[in-house]
C-alpha cells in the first residue's frame, strides 16, 4: 500500500503540488511568526528572574525544535528513498539537512547569547549543547556526503545511511537534561505534567514555534523544487514550463 503510494508521488507531481502549497504555507507563517513575536516583545512582561534576556526564547525553542523536527523529517524520507528508492524523497530528505543544519545553526547561536547573561559564559560543555553541537556537525556531514558523488543517487543513498545511523542521536538530545545534571534548564513545554512556564508567556511561544514550522515546511518545498528542477532539467516536462 505504502510503496504503491509512495510511487503515485512523481517529479512532476511534487512541483505542481509544491508550486500551489508555497504561497499558503508562507501566508501562515508570516501570520504566526508576526504575532507571537509581536506578544513575544511588546505585551508578555518581563521574567521576574531573566528580565527581557528572556525573550530570546521566542527564536530559540523554535529554532532548537526545528532542528530535531527536520532531522526526523530527513529520517523518514531517507527510510523511504533506500527502501523504494523514491528520487522526490531523496530530494526531500537533503533539503531537510540543509535546513534542518541552518536552524541547528541558529539554536545554538541563540542559546550562546541566553547563556552569557545566565550563566556568566557563551558556552559550556553541557549534555544538551554538545549534543546539538553534534547534531550540527552530523547535519553538515550528511550535506558533504551528498555532495561528494558525482551520481546523485549514489550521494543520496549514502547520505541516507548516515542519516538513519546518525538518529540515535535524536533522543539523546530531547532527554539529555533528565538523563544528566546540566546548567541547561528542564523541559517547560513539552511535558507530561502541567508545562512549567505562565500561559501569558507559553502562549506566543506556540505560535512562534508554529509559525516557524510552516516557515519550514515553506522552505523545504522551495528548496526540493529547485533541486528537482536542477535534477530533471533534461526532462520534458521541466522543459515544458
Known sequence: ??????????????????TKLIPWTL???????SYGIYLGLFVVPADYQQGDAFRIIYVHVPSAWLSLFAYSILFGCS???????????????????????????????????????????WWVWDARLTSELIL????IA????YNSFDDNRKGARAANILA??????????HFSVEWWNTLHQGP???KFSTPSISSEMLFPLLYT???????????????SRNILLVREKNSQWVKSI
Open 1 to 18: 500500500m505504502f510503496k504503491n503510494l509512495f510511487e503515485n508521488i512523481s517529479p512532476r507531481k511534487f512541483y505542481n503540488f509544491s
Open 27 to 33: 501566508f501562515v507563517s508570516l501570520a504566526f511568526i
Open 79 to 121: 527510510i523511504i528513498s533506500l527502501v523504494w528508492r523514491i528520487k522526490v524523497f531523496e530530494i526531500l530528505s537533503i533539503a531537510s539537512a540543509r535546513h534542518g543544519a541552518l536552524f541547528t545553526f541558529l539554536a545554538l547561536v541563540t542559546g550562546s547569547i541566553w547563556g552569557k547573561p545566565m550563566w556568566g559564559t
Open 136 to 139: 550540527f556537525f552530523i547535519y
Open 142 to 145: 550528511i550535506i558533504i556526503l
Open 164 to 173: 538513519i545511523v546518525g538518529f540515535i542521536n535524536i533522543p539523546i538530545i
Open 188 to 190: 517547560t513545554v513539552m
Open 209 to 223: 514555534a508554529l509559525g516557524f514550522t510552516f516557515y519550514f515546511f515553506t522552505a523545504l518545498l522551495l528548496s
